[in-house]
Nanobody
Framework: QVQLVESGGGSVQIGESLTLSCKIY????????MGWYRQAPGKQRELVAS???????NYARSVLGRATISKVDAEKTLYLRMTDLKAEDTGVYYC?????WGEGTQVTVSS
């Protein structure tokens, strides 16, 4: 069974940056697609960024130029670096691996 453990969330001010981490306990880390999603209050969960099995990355339009998804296979860890944070980036951020999800980490951006 795959276990995903997110960390790095918190409360930040508008314009600041943060990095989310997701440790994925699996033997298939290097050969699977994975990504970050978020869910704002009252809204559906949406894709933030993803990386394919072949390393191709994809970003939501709303975070283009402000988000960087990366992974370190040796650490079995997926990262999401976000800069110039906006209030609308507030939400619970979830790590996904195949059809598995982490429990999420809260990000709150305020002035």
């Amino acid at each position: 069974q795959v276990q995903l453990v997110e960390s790095g969330g918190g409360s930040v001010q508008i314009g600041e940056s943060l990095t989310l981490s997701c440790k994925i306990y699996t033997n298939f880390f290097g050969v699977s697609a994975m990504g970050w999603y978020r869910q704002a209050p009252g809204k559906q969960r949406e894709l933030v960024a993803s990386v394919s099995t072949f390393g191709e990355v994809n970003y939501a339009r709303s975070v283009l130029g402000r988000a960087t998804i990366s992974k370190v296979d040796a650490e079995k860890t997926l990262y999401l670096r976000m800069t110039d944070l906006k209030a609308e980036d507030t939400g619970v951020y979830y790590c996904s691996f195949r059809d598995e999800w982490g429990e999420g980490t809260q990000v709150t951006v305020s002035s």
